[in-house]
């Protein structure tokens, strides 16, 4: 058994002390601008990749996959990430191209979930990410067969060299198989943590990714 592993629910002189100056209700007309003032105060107040997220999708046989990546760009067209398409989530999202998200930024005591369609984006959109990453990162993204089996570290470590050769001081090309998918959200979620497990919830949907929102508060 691993209870002693496991942190028991806060008490009530805990749960008055976490929250002596909690915030306010989370209230908002519209969920884009709601979410970049939340990453803001994560990119203030997260000590290590405030932009992480959450990944989930589904493989042929309907068995959820998730990982961490990171966001590299939002509007209101979607949220950017960008990865091989040969690897495990790109061969899922050429599948089936649906996607859910999940902030987590534990030191503001607050997530935000998004669900929505996925698509890839523009050539123009990828080449200009991949060429503003540093030079070792671009040389990985065709040196890594990612998701696949790996003999060794020695292995992937003769690849990065072998391809460091090859494109020598020149310029790198984005690998064809590396790129960016947009998750188009159909529903976002704005979650905050509140006393005694009462959380605060606001969800925002839409039928299409062109539609309008509507706005709903949950039961926690």
């Not at 601008?33 to 290590?48: H, I």
């Not at 050429?94 to 996925?118: C, E, M, N, T, Y």
């Not at 503003?132 to 470590?157: H, K, T, V």
């Not at 072998?162 to 001081?169: A, D, H, I, Q, V």
Request: hydrophobic share 40%.
């Amino acid at each position: 058994m691993t209870d002693s592993l496991i942190p028991p629910s806060p008490s009530a002189d805990e749960y008055a002390e976490a929250h002596a100056a909690h915030e306010a209700e989370i209230d908002a007309g519209e969920p884009f601008a709601l979410f970049g003032q939340w990453l803001k105060d994560a990119v203030a107040r997260e000590p290590n990749d405030p932009n992480a997220m959450a990944v989930a999708t589904v493989d042929a046989d309907g068995l959820p996959d998730v990982r961490m990546v990171l966001l590299k760009d939002f509007d209101e067209d979607g949220f950017v990430f960008y990865t091989n398409t040969l690897s495990a989530k790109g061969q899922q999202l050429a599948q089936d191209p649906k996607a859910a998200l999940l902030f987590h930024w534990k030191s503001l005591r607050r997530q935000v979930r998004i669900r929505g369609d996925v698509t890839r984006v523009s050539d123009a959109e990828a080449d200009a990410y991949f060429h503003s990453r540093a030079r070792q990162s671009q040389i990985g993204a065709w040196a890594s067969d990612q998701s696949r089996p790996l003999e060794d570290r020695f292995a992937l470590e003769k690849k990065v060299a072998e391809y460091g050769l090859k494109f020598g001081l020149g310029k790198i090309a984005r690998p064809p198989h590396w790129t960016g998918f947009r998750v188009a959200p159909l529903s976002i979620e704005f979650w905050r943590d509140k006393p005694f497990r009462l959380h605060d919830r606001l969800q925002f949907r839409r039928e299409t990714t062109q539609g309008n929102w509507s706005r709903a508060r949950l039961y926690p």
